[in-house]
T-cell receptor, first 116, second 116 residues
Framework: GAVVSQHPSRVICKSGTSVKIECRSLDFQATTMFWYRQFPKQSLMLMATSNEGSKATYEQGVEKDKFLINHASLTLSTLTVTSAHPEDSSFYIC????????????FGPGTRLTVL | AQSVTQLGSHVSVSEGALVLLRCNYSSSVPPYLFWYVQYPNQGLQLLLKYTSAATLVKGINGFEAEFKKSETSFHLTKPSAHMSDAAEYFCAVSDPYTGGGNKLTFGTGTQLKVEL
């Protein structure tokens, strides 16, 4: 299957700082990337969908100014958590797909964010 | 709106025993259904998917699932559990009219434990 990477795998930051998480499709061009958030012992919740070259579409309840998403190329999307607070601590997972809507999503390994 | 319910947040089986992980969906139309597996600190890996073709779907690692419209279920089974099957399993649903590769709604997950 296709490979999606995330960097960093783990990050600890102080409250009030911003953190950038990268999601890369290593062996295919990702026309669409998705960002999910997973709380401990809970399911994945879709935060936003981004198409290359377009503004991201955010799910209801997700703050656009808090979670900045950039999908500048067909192999890279970034999620920036601005002015992070302890309640933003979570496991962030991206997925990527190519082509039409029936193509499979491939998931990255996730990024563990801890805000002190 | 679509939703997925996974009964049993934790399932424990003996090695060699049958694995049964339950998933029920709610949708006004037959959806596309997926099972994913997540190993610790890793992303999700697709086990199998139902996209309105055969109701009995075979996936990787010996897993299979059967779509039962009358029961709105898509339970995951494996005849004989192996120690390496210990992981978190997620059932997910998507709207067939927007394509199986688009927005996924996940269940809360089932942690499978395999004992000697």
């Amino acid at each position: 299957g296709a490979v999606v990477s995330q960097h960093p795998s783990r990050v600890i930051c102080k409250s009030g700082t911003s953190v950038k998480i990268e999601c890369r499709s290593l062996d295919f061009q990702a026309t669409t990337m998705f960002w999910y958030r997973q709380f401990p012992k809970q399911s994945l919740m879709l935060m936003a969908t981004s198409n290359e070259g377009s503004k991201a579409t955010y799910e209801q309840g997700v703050e656009k100014d808090k979670f900045l998403i950039n999908h500048a190329s067909l192999t890279l999307s970034t999620l920036t958590v601005t002015s992070a607070h302890p309640e933003d601590s979570s496991f962030y997972i991206c997925s990527a797909k190519s082509g039409g809507p029936y193509n499979e999503q491939f998931f990255g390994p996730g990024t563990r964010l801890t805000v002190l | 709106a679509q939703s997925v319910t996974q009964l049993g947040s934790h399932v424990s089986v003996s090695e060699g025993a049958l694995v049964l992980l339950r998933c029920n969906y709610s949708s006004s139309v037959p959806p596309y259904l997926f099972w994913y597996v997540q190993y610790p600190n890793q992303g999700l890996q697709l086990l199998l998917k139902y996209t309105s073709a055969a109701t009995l779907v075979k996936g990787i690692n010996g897993f299979e699932a059967e779509f039962k419209k009358s029961e709105t279920s898509f339970h995951l089974t494996k005849p004989s559990a192996h120690m390496s099957d210990a992981a978190e399993y997620f059932c997910a649903v998507s709207d067939p009219y927007t394509g199986g590769g688009n927005k996924l709604t996940f269940g809360t997950g089932t942690q499978l434990k395999v004992e000697l």
